[in-house]
């Protein structure tokens, strides 16, 4: 009776406690934002040191998880697996990162962006549904929180939490992630949600607009250029949704950036000159011409004619 | 005794949470991967008495509440972690064709990670946290199921041992 009693009181206790946490943090009490901020202190060396370890590995997972998709990628996968072979002993890491690093230096370069690069170190669980990563480079690298993240097609997500040493970013598939998005050439304008995978949905915001497949989508800009600078590519409308009840069109877009491949981002710390208006939309893909040979067959006549 | 065990408890409880940031969260897992410290504080709450339970629910829940990738308010999983964790105590404790059955275990372990991921998800709909589209929900729901269902019956071992030394008990398997 005693036992069961001081269980109770127990049970009780720590449930007022979580409740209290709770309400803590939906009132901001700053105290709570301490503790995350000391616990990722500690951990970002251990992060660090994992993501050295452990990057062949999560190669090995990663190549692994992206085979079969499409018949595409298995192509590629299958046309470019020799010079991968090759690439794996040569380094593979500092090859790909190297890669990724250069056109996300190429893509901040024709926009005007100053950034700042860094490394990915963890890439957050998602046992709360969430999808998050975590950067080596923090407030000390000048990086502040809502800051547009890039990766080298595009957009990666926004700075959410900063460390001295390490950042936390929101990725654009998380989602939390709202982005206000254009359409490139026609500037109609809509907003851009994730949805915990590579797709988002694009609501549009004026009744009177269309969108139609293939349409590339462009970061339209925040004030003061945070947290979203103007002109990074978002990605392109897969499928429109047509509904007759819909006050305004709405589609499902299909992300540039490959979230689950991510090793190098960077993170836009200075605004650009001027809006690069249209300068980033991604080129289309060339289609090559395959000849076709036309065979005229002309019959033998039989020998009973 | 109590407090002994807890004391000796914590930091086994740091090193799996410091093994959940720095090596397991280094990938991205089909179907949202695994969560070893869910896992592991979900066995040792089966192994442990309803009181116990619940503060390791209460401990562990708190630490996944620091994980940068938690993404609901502070509090929410320390809650949900406590409760499930005084639950599958107080159902388990004390029947032997759980404790003694390896597979007893594992079923309550991973029934009690898919549930626990779905009181997740309600009580985020209540608090107002995003929580993505239907089917990511129901992938990442399973998907996190099965991925339990294969590393739980792998780490089980190591885990009832750890629990035998703690707490002294004869529920090693």
């Known amino acids: 009776m005693r036992n069961g009693g001081r269980a109770r009181l127990l049970l009780v206790v720590l449930i007022v406690t979580s409740l209290f946490l709770i309400t803590l943090d939906l009132r901001g009490v700053k105290v709570i934002d301490g503790f995350k901020q000391g616990t990722q202190t500690v951990l970002s060396p251990f992060q660090r040191a994992g993501a050295v370890v452990l990057n062949p590995i999560k190669d090995f997972f990663s190549d692994v998880s992206n085979l079969g998709r499409t018949d595409n990628q298995i192509e590629k996968l299958e046309a470019e697996n020799a010079r991968l072979k090759v690439t794996l002993l040569n380094r593979k890491n500092a090859d790909a990162q190297l890669e990724q690093l250069k056109d996300i230096l190429d893509l901040a370069g024709i926009a005007g962006y100053k950034v700042v690069n860094a490394k990915v170190i963890s890439q957050g669980s998602s046992q709360s549904f969430s999808q998050t990563l975590t950067i080596d480079s923090g407030s000390k690298a000048g990086i502040r929180k809502n800051m547009t993240v890039l990766s080298q097609y595009g957009i990666a997500g926004v700075v959410k939490d900063v460390y001295p040493n390490s950042a936390l970013i929101q990725l654009a598939s998380d989602p939390a992630f709202k982005i206000g998005a254009r359409i490139a050439g026609s500037q109609q304008i809509g907003i851009l949600s994730g949805q915990g995978n590579r797709s988002a949905t694009l609501q549009l915001l004026d009744n009177s607009t269309t969108v139609s497949v293939g349409d590339v989508l462009l970061a339209r800009g925040s004030s003061s250029n945070r947290p979203f600078v103007p002109g990074v590519p978002l990605g392109y409308v897969s499928r429109v949704d047509n509904s007759a009840g819909a006050i305004a069109q709405s589609a499902v877009v299909r992300y540039y950036t490959n979230f689950s491949t991510l090793g190098v981002v960077a993170v836009v710390v200075g605004r650009p000159s001027s809006n690069p208006g249209d300068a980033l939309v991604p080129a289309k893909p060339q289609v090559t011409p395959i000849p076709t040979v036309t065979v005229t067959v002309t019959p033998t006549p039989s020998p009973a004619d | ?173």
């Not at chain 2, 949202?32 to 089966?46: D, E, K, P």
């Not at chain 2, 609901?72 to 599958?88: C, D, K, N």
């Not at chain 2, 626990?116 to 990511?136: H, P």
């Open chain 2, 1 to 173: 005794m109590f407090t002994r065990q807890l004391s000796f408890s914590a930091p086994i409880f740091l090193a799996i949470f410091l093994v959940q940031e720095a090596v397991i969260s280094q990938f991205r897992l089909p179907g949202g991967g695994f969560s070893l410290l869910l896992i592991f504080a979900l066995t040792w709450a089966v192994l442990s008495q309803p009181e116990i339970a619940a503060v390791i629910g209460f401990a562990s829940g708190f630490l996944m509440d620091l994980s940068q990738s938690a993404s609901g308010p502070f509090g929410q999983w320390t809650l949900l972690m406590l409760l499930a964790g005084y639950a599958i105590s107080y159902i388990g404790y004390g029947d032997d064709n759980v404790h003694a059955n390896t597979i007893g275990i594992v079923f309550f372990v991973v029934t009690a990670t898919f549930l626990v991921e779905i009181a997740f998800l309600l009580s985020g709909a209540l608090l107002g946290v995003a929580l993505g589209s239907f089917s990511q929900m129901v992938t990442t729901l399973f998907g996190m199921s099965l991925w339990s269902l294969l590393v739980a019956p792998i780490m089980l071992p190591v885990f009832t041992k750890l629990h035998g030394l703690v707490f002294d008990s004869r529920s090693v398997i």
